[in-house]
C-alpha cells in the first residue's frame, strides 16, 4: 500500500489540511465496520484535489469529515493547523459557514425561488442585506455563466445549469475551500465536463482550494493531484 506520507508540495508552507492516520468505524449488526484506515495526506492552499474511488469506497464519509459534517475516530484531521475534532457543534458549524462551500451530487436548490434568490439564500441567512446579498448572488451566476438565468425558476433550468447554480450558490461567500462529492455525477458526459470546467476555471481564477471525490477519472485527471480510496485505503495516483 502506497498510504500517502508525503506529499509533493513544499512543506516551507503549511499545508491547508493535514490528515494524519485519520480512521472511521461505525457499529452495523455484524459488528465493528471500518469505513477509512489509517488515510494520510495534505492539502496545500490553492490547489485542485481529485479523490476517486468507487461506490463504498469512503471517498464521501472522508470529504464529510474534512468538512466536519463527520469526526473520524481515530487519527487527526488539522485545518491552518487547527484540530477539527476539537471543535463543538456551534464551533463546526461556525468554520463551515465561515471556511468552506459544498456540492454534492444533486444540487438541492428551492423550485419556488428563482435562480438568483436560491443563491442569495445563504448570504442572507449569514445576515447580509438582501440588497448586497442579491447583487453578489448575480455576479457569482455570472461567473459560472448563468447571466441570462437569474430570474428563471430553479425548475425552468436544465441539470448541467442547476448544478452550475448551486456552485455559485457554494462559491458566494468566497470560502477558503470548495468540497465537491460527485459534482457531475447525476449529468451526462458533456454537462458533466462544463461543470467540470467551471470548477477548475473558479480554482483558477480565485486560489480558491477544490477537493473533489468523483469515480469519473476524466474529471479527476484535470486536477493537480490525484488520490484513490480503495476499500477505505488511500493509494497515490502512480499505484493505479
Known amino acids: 500500500m502506497n498510504n500517502e506520507m508525503d506529499v509533493p508540495f513544499d512543506h516551507a508552507v503549511q499545508p491547508l489540511y493535514?490528515?494524519?492516520h485519520a480512521r472511521k468505524t461505525v457499529e452495523s449488526p455484524a459488528g465493528e465496520l471500518t469505513i477509512l484506515k489509517d488515510v494520510c495526506f495534505d492539502v496545500k492552499a490553492g490547489e485542485a484535489l481529485a479523490i476517486v474511488g468507487s461506490s463504498g469506497s469512503g471517498k464521501s464519509t472522508l470529504l464529510h469529515i474534512l468538512g466536519t459534517l463527520d469526526r473520524a475516530t481515530g487519527g487527526s484531521v488539522l485545518f491552518e493547523g487547527r484540530d477539527l475534532s476539537s471543535l463543538s457543534a456551534q464551533e463546526a458549524a461556525h468554520f463551515r459557514n465561515?471556511?468552506?462551500?459544498?456540492?454534492?451530487?444533486f444540487h438541492h436548490l428551492l423550485p419556488?425561488?428563482?435562480?438568483?434568490?436560491?443563491?442569495?439564500?445563504?448570504?442572507?441567512?449569514?445576515?447580509?442585506?438582501?440588497?448586497?446579498?442579491?447583487?453578489?448572488?448575480?455576479?457569482?451566476?455570472?461567473?459560472?455563466?448563468?447571466?441570462?438565468?437569474?430570474?428563471?425558476?430553479?425548475?425552468?433550468?436544465?441539470?448541467?445549469?442547476?448544478?452550475?447554480?448551486?456552485?455559485?450558490?457554494?462559491?458566494?461567500?468566497?470560502?477558503?475551500?470548495?468540497?465537491?462529492?460527485?459534482?457531475?455525477?447525476?449529468?451526462?458526459?458533456?454537462?458533466?465536463?462544463?461543470?467540470?470546467?467551471?470548477?477548475?476555471?473558479?480554482?483558477?481564477?480565485?486560489?480558491?482550494?477544490?477537493?473533489?471525490?468523483?469515480?469519473?477519472?476524466?474529471?479527476?485527471?484535470?486536477?493537480?493531484?490525484?488520490?484513490?480510496?480503495?476499500?477505505?485505503?488511500?493509494?497515490?495516483?502512480?499505484?493505479?
Open 18 to 20: 493535514e490528515v494524519r
Open 98 to 105: 465561515r471556511e468552506l462551500g459544498f456540492v454534492f451530487q
Open 112 to 240: 419556488e425561488f428563482t435562480t438568483v434568490e436560491n443563491v442569495a439564500m445563504q448570504a442572507v441567512i449569514a445576515g447580509m442585506p438582501r440588497r448586497e446579498a442579491l447583487e453578489r448572488a448575480a455576479e457569482a451566476l455570472e461567473r459560472v455563466g448563468l447571466a441570462e438565468r437569474l430570474h428563471h425558476h430553479v425548475s425552468t433550468l436544465s441539470g448541467g445549469e442547476r448544478q452550475r447554480a448551486a456552485i455559485a450558490r457554494a462559491t458566494l461567500l468566497c470560502p477558503k475551500v470548495l468540497l465537491a462529492d460527485e459534482p457531475t455525477g447525476n449529468l451526462d458526459e458533456k454537462t458533466g465536463a462544463r461543470v467540470a470546467e467551471v470548477l477548475r476555471q473558479l480554482n483558477r481564477d480565485t486560489g480558491m482550494t477544490l477537493v473533489i471525490v468523483t469515480h469519473n477519472r476524466e474529471l479527476a485527471a484535470d486536477m493537480d493531484r490525484s488520490l484513490e480510496l480503495r476499500s477505505g485505503e488511500l493509494y497515490a495516483q502512480d499505484s493505479f
